[in-house]
């Protein structure tokens, strides 16, 4: 007999993890992609990745139900506001520390770990990259959602500058996944000092928080954005 409770393999990422964000941690460590390629379903994703759908589904549908998010009922420019706050706000804090840090760790470090030269030029790399993309949100793609009139859909105009926010995003998971690779994952070796291990901690935060920011813009303001509410 079907255990009718057990998710749907045929839902799309981003569908799961905009139902409960609480999912994302474990898609995160599964290495399944809901941000960029969040309109795959599970199914799809699970095969990519040589992953049992069904183990994955199950997994999921265990995990507790996320309080709703501070921004849920407020409509696309509390979204916008949540994310701002939320996820520019950390960004604009953390990103300068970690080029210091990452400087720091490979130049005690870099002789015996060499992959630390390109981790520090990777950060700074994302850090340039970073910056006029949030400059660009902030200052124009979410004050022109903010003021969308109710059932109204964003114009050409703004599809356009959506279309090239998404292509960013999608080289800013490739800029992420590059740094897991160089990274081992996060792991710090058994020599690496404490800086060495906060500086991967915080590497890895950043992964996450970057993958549930991304996501809420990809699969949720965006669209939201560009299609008219009946």
Known sequence: MTDLHVLDPTRTLADLVAENPARAVLLDRAGLDFCCH??????????????????????????SDAPPADWAGGGRASLAAYVEDRHHGYLHAELPDLVRLAGIVRNVHSAHHP??????????????????????????????????????????????????????????GAQLARLRELTDGYRTPADGCA????????????????????HLENNVLFPAALVEAV
């Open 38 to 63: 969040g309109q795959r379903t599970l199914a799809e994703a699970c095969a990519a990745s040589g992953l049992d759908p069904a183990q994955i589904a199950a997994r999921l549908d265990s995990v």
């Open 115 to 172: 992959e630390l030269a390109d981790v520090a030029t990777l950060v700074t790399e994302m850090v340039a990259s970073f910056e006029p993309h949030l400059a660009t949100e902030e200052t124009d793609v979410f004050p022109t959602i903010a003021k969308l009139e109710p059932g109204t859909a964003g114009d050409g105009a703004l599809a356009g500058k959506i279309a090239t926010l998404v292509d960013e995003h999608t080289a800013m």
């Open 195 to 214: 800086s060495y291990r906060l500086l991967y901690d915080r590497l890895a935060a950043l992964e996450s928080d970057t993958h549930m920011h991304i």
